[in-house]
């Protein structure tokens, strides 16, 4: 075991370090990151460890501002549809993603739908499983890191994912504990 210093932090580097496999470990467990902090994780693994951050100028700007898209001005005599999706277009382009405003869903739909993802992260590994998929053309899926594979710093965050477009969702493929009642 080598320790060095990197950006201020002591990182331990293991001899025969072989992230592929820690990466299949993570993945074939179906468990995701709120498997390891259940199983009574008592150090970060490897995979999790970031050595070159991006410090960058552009990453500590403070004068950016998240896009923001009135759905309200829908309503307003003389506003333009077309208008409304070129701004989502723009944000998607320049930012992948954006915040919207004035979408009319009332509070409590959105808390019942953050109370229901929460209670299926919640919920026994074992009942995880059943959804823990790498395949992105399923309808749900849940799974750590959608780029697990892919990228060389890998995020602390699990995922159930639900795809509403272009057609609505069937209900029934929905975990029984995130459906609303």
């Known amino acids: 075991m080598v320790t060095t210093?990197?950006?201020?932090n002591q990182v331990e580097h293991e001899s025969g370090y072989n992230r592929q496999r820690e990466l299949k470990l993570l993945d074939d467990s179906k468990a995701g990151v709120k498997g390891l902090v259940d199983a009574g994780l008592s150090?970060?693994?490897?995979?999790f460890i970031h050595d070159n951050l991006n410090t960058s100028s552009s990453a500590t700007n403070n004068?950016?501002?998240?896009?923001?898209?009135?759905?309200?001005s829908l309503h307003e005599q003389g506003s333009s549809r077309h208008e409304t999706i070129e701004k989502v277009k723009?944000?998607?382009e320049k930012w992948g993603f954006f915040q919207v405003a004035n979408h009319d869903i009332p509070q409590r739909?959105?808390?019942?739908?953050l109370d229901g993802v929460r209670r299926f992260h919640e919920q026994d590994a074992e009942v995880k499983r059943e959804f823990y998929s790498r395949d992105m053309s399923k309808t749900v899926y849940y799974n750590t890191n959608f780029d697990l594979y892919t990228t060389p710093g890998v995020n602390?965050?699990?995922t159930l994912a639900?795809?509403?477009a272009p057609r609505?969702?069937?209900p029934h493929l929905l975990p029984s504990i995130c459906k609303y009642l």
């Not at 210093?5 to 201020?8: A, H, R």
């Open 168 to 170: 609505p969702i069937d």
């Open 162 to 164: 639900c795809v509403l």
């Open 43 to 47: 150090k970060i693994p490897r995979i």
């Open 90 to 92: 723009d944000a998607c």
């Open 63 to 72: 004068n950016v501002s998240i896009p923001v898209i009135d759905l309200g």
């Open 109 to 113: 739909v959105l808390d019942e739908m």
């Open 5 to 8: 210093i990197e950006e201020g």
């Open 156 to 158: 602390w965050r699990d």
